[in-house]
């Protein structure tokens, strides 16, 4: 199975509202609810943002929510902070007890 | 205090074999859904395997017939075995466990990784 499908890159300025895109298919992201976003800092492990698609971990600010419609789910990030700045991974459920990640997009707060 | 601690990276010749260890603290292994997932340098995320609370194991096309993931309960560690590693295995490996509340495919905790460099 392919790679899903995020944009290289994302930009917004403190304050701001930015929208990354995670683009696969009927077989992953549009068959199952299983769609989460990780938040990795440079030299740091991963951090889960979002899991099943919408819901949001403990000790994650509700600026950030996702979402998803047909093939595509979406990670929004709200009132964009400094710390914010950092690569944001989608991951869904392939089928078949398999994982498939995205290939990643760097978040720059300008 | 929930903890995962990778170990057992290194340089390894093409076609050599290498086990990376995750001991892990504050779970257990044996009811718990564990993973292991790469990443090379410089880019993205990739699923290698996981086990399941039960025991089943999965893997990755890239990697099914050549890597061995396991756990020992007793000594409460989740290991890799890869064999026929080949120079696009090198990446820093990650452990990581699906927690209460999540999917088998949602990982709460991480561990830091580990190297592994495939090169003559």
């Known amino acids: 199975q392919s790679a899903l499908t995020q944009p290289p890159s994302a930009s917004g300025s403190p304050g701001q509202s930015v929208t990354i895109s995670c683009t696969g298919t009927?077989?992953?992201?549009?068959?199952?609810?299983?769609v989460s976003w990780y938040q990795q800092h440079p030299g740091k492990a991963p951090k889960i943002m979002i899991h099943?698609?919408?819901k949001r971990p403990s000790g994650v600010p509700d600026r950030f929510s996702g979402s998803k419609s047909g093939n595509t789910a979406f990670l929004t990030v709200s009132g964009l902070q400094a710390e914010d700045e950092a690569d944001y991974y989608c991951?869904?459920?392939?089928?078949?007890?398999?994982?498939?990640f995205g290939g990643g997009t760097k978040l720059t707060v300008l | 205090e929930l903890l995962l601690v990778e170990s057992g990276g290194g340089l390894v010749q093409p076609g050599g074999s290498l086990r990376i260890s995750c001991a892990v603290s504050?779970?257990?292994?044996?009811?718990?859904?564990l993973t292991w997932v790469r990443q090379a340098p410089g880019r993205g995320l990739e699923w290698v395997s996981v086990?399941?609370?039960?025991?089943?194991?999965y893997y990755a096309d890239s990697v099914k017939g050549r890597f061995t993931i396991s756990r020992h309960s007793s000594r409460n560690i989740l290991y890799l075995e890869m064999n026929s590693l080949r120079p696009e295995d090198t990446a820093i490996y990650y452990c990581?466990?699906?927690?209460?509340?999540?999917?088998?495919?949602?990982?709460?905790?991480w561990g830091q990784g580990t190297l592994v460099t495939v090169s003559s």
């Open positions: 991951s869904s459920y392939g089928g078949s007890n398999n994982v498939i």
């Open positions: 009927s077989s992953d992201v549009g068959g199952y609810n299983y």
């Open positions: 099943e698609v919408t």
């Open positions: 990581a466990r699906a927690g209460d509340g999540y999917t088998a495919y949602d990982y709460d905790y």
């Open positions: 504050g779970f257990t292994v044996s009811t718990s859904y």
């Open positions: 086990i399941f609370s039960g025991g089943n194991t």
